[in-house]
Structures are given as structure tokens and as C-alpha cells.
């Protein structure tokens, strides 16, 4: 009898063929070279002649902005217009001697051809008197004669990195205040004694001082005093511990027109001719085949 529990098929035998030859041709790539960068921008190029990438990266630096992207975008619009500019300078034969400026620089070639070209076809009307008169109406506020404020003061030094040293000088300035207020007239022989600014040969005298003539603090100090008073409390800035006294306050007084008519007429023509120079700019860009860069609507500089 045929035991068929014990029985067992014996397994096929299977084979594994060979890929088929649909691969054949496949290369490993080779990687002992490295691929080449991709540029960081699309050609730039103004009437066919092409702004290297490496002069955009170096100009980025004149451009603060956000991001380096930002500051590159900027860049390739500045020399944009600086090559649109040189190409009009060409097309109208210039070619000026270089100049030095005011602190004895000389111009560069490409620099004497940008100033020519625009000397040559910017102009800008100079402002009137009408027109100074009525700037100066829309904006007396600004011209003023700045405050000045006559002041004494004692100096209690003392580094910013010992902080016990800084602790010891607010309690010697805090007891030079009472001793003051106790002897109002003492200030200058205190000063004289214990102060460390040089003003202490004059008894702690500073002369009139103006704004932006001392750090922010000590200012800050001065406007909130009123004519014959000391400050309360000692006033804290990098050099130490102040104690001031503010003798008086002269506050600015509005300027006549006479007086600042050349000043405003200098603004009003410098903002002219910034405005007839991009105006420019956009209609060179507007006849000119521009790559890589956008300058129609732009507010660009020219490169410094």
C-alpha cells in the first residue's frame, strides 16, 4: 500500500536566466570630474555686450540689502545703467580727459565718459526764488539754528566691565550731589577736586554745548533740565557717573530766508537733476535690448 502521507513531490527546478541586453548601452557616469556651477543668474547683457558675473558679484558689495539675492539684483541693474550709459557716451564719440575730484582723485576713463554723456544731454532747470520762497513757507520747521545749552558737570569714571568699580563710582557721585545741594556753590571747587573729565580746570565748565556734541545720555540729561537745576540722580554712560548742572537753555530760533535761500535752492536742483537723470536712464533703457535685468521703472543709482 502506498503510503501517501509520506510522499512528497519533488521541487521544480527553476532557472534564472540572464537580464536580457535592454541595458546594454548604460555608462556609469563619471564623477572624477565635478560637474560645472550653475550660474547664479541669467546672462545680463545691455545691446549685446554681456555684464560678467564676476564684476556683478563685486559691485554687489556697494548694495546692502536683505539678502544677497536682493544685493545682487541691485548690483546688475547698477551696471546695467552704467553700461547703457557708456554705450550712448560711444554712439556720441565721448571721450573726455579724467578729472580729480575735490580730494585729488582722478576719474577713471569709464567715469569721465558716464559724467561727459550726461553733462551733454541732462539738463535741469535751475530753481527760482518763487520756488525757494514757497519751499521755505511749506517748511519753516526745518530751518532752525540749533538748540545750545550752557552746562557744568563732574565726571565720576569708572570701566564699564568692573562692575564693582561701577557700584563704587554711582555712590561717590550720589554723595558729590548732596554735598552740592547742601553748598550749591561748591560745584566748581568739587569739580576741580573729583572730577576726571579735563573740564575740572575750569571748574567743570563745558561752554555751549549743541546737539550731537555729547553721548546720548548726557543729552537726554540736558533736555529735561530746567535753567539752575542739577540732576537728582547721577547720570550713567560708558565714561561713568555724571552730575549736571545746566546754568541755561538756548532754545533754536527760525532762520530768515536770506540765510538759507542757497541751501534750498541746492536741494530743490539736486532733486531736479536726480529726477531728469532717471528719466533719462528710462528712455535709453526703453530703446536700448536688455538682458537678464528689468530697468524700465526702476529707481537705479548710477555704480559709485
Known amino acids: 500500500m502506498v503510503n501517501l502521507l509520506n510522499r512528497t513531490k519533488a521541487p521544480e527546478t527553476r532557472h534564472v536566466h540572464a537580464p536580457t541586453d535592454s541595458y546594454s548601452g548604460y555608462q556609469e557616469p563619471d564623477t572624477s570630474v565635478p560637474p560645472k556651477a550653475k550660474p547664479l543668474f541669467n546672462k545680463v547683457s545691455v545691446d549685446g555686450v554681456e555684464i560678467p558675473e564676476h564684476a556683478i558679484l ?3 558689495q556697494n548694495h546692502p540689502a536683505e539678502n544677497p539675492g536682493a544685493a545682487l539684483r541691485a548690483a546688475a541693474r547698477a551696471l546695467a545703467v552704467r553700461q547703457l550709459l557708456l554705450n550712448r557716451a560711444g554712439e556720441l564719440g565721448l571721450a ?10 582722478l576719474e577713471t576713463a569709464e567715469d569721465a565718459a558716464i559724467r561727459a554723456v550726461i553733462e551733454a544731454e541732462v539738463s535741469a532747470p535751475q530753481a527760482s526764488e518763487e520756488e525757494c520762497r514757497r519751499f521755505y513757507d511749506n517748511n519753516r520747521q526745518r530751518f532752525t539754528s540749533e538748540p545750545l545749552w550752557e552746562a557744568w558737570h563732574i565726571l565720576v569714571s569708572a570701566d564699564p566691565a568692573d562692575a564693582s568699580a561701577r557700584k563704587a563710582a554711582r555712590v561717590s557721585a550720589e554723595l558729590l550731589i548732596t554735598l552740592i545741594h547742601e553748598d550749591p556753590a561748591s560745584f566748581a571747587s568739587i569739580a576741580g577736586e573729583y572730577s576726571a573729565c579735563p573740564s575740572a580746570r575750569q571748574g567743570g565748565n563745558l561752554g555751549q554745548l549743541t546737539k550731537g556734541s555729547t553721548v546720548a545720555e548726557f543729552e537726554e540729561a540736558l533736555q529735561r ?3 539752575g537745576e542739577l540732576t537728582a540722580t547721577p547720570v550713567e554712560t560708558r565714561y561713568g557717573f555724571h552730575i549736571i548742572r545746566l546754568d541755561r537753555r538756548i532754545d533754536g530760533r527760525e532762520l530768515p530766508f536770506e540765510v538759507v535761500v542757497d ?3 541746492g536741494w530743490l536742483e ?15 533703457a526703453a ?3 536688455i538682458t537678464g535685468v528689468d530697468l524700465i521703472g526702476t529707481d537705479i543709482p548710477l555704480v559709485q
Open 58 to 60: 563685486s559691485e554687489a
Open 96 to 105: 573726455p580727459e579724467p578729472v580729480r575730484d575735490d580730494e585729488g582723485r
Open 225 to 227: 533740565l530746567s535753567e
Open 263 to 265: 541751501r534750498i535752492a
Open 270 to 284: 539736486a532733486a531736479t537733476w536726480s529726477k531728469a537723470v532717471s528719466q533719462y536712464i528710462a528712455l535709453l
Open 287 to 289: 530703446d536700448a535690448v
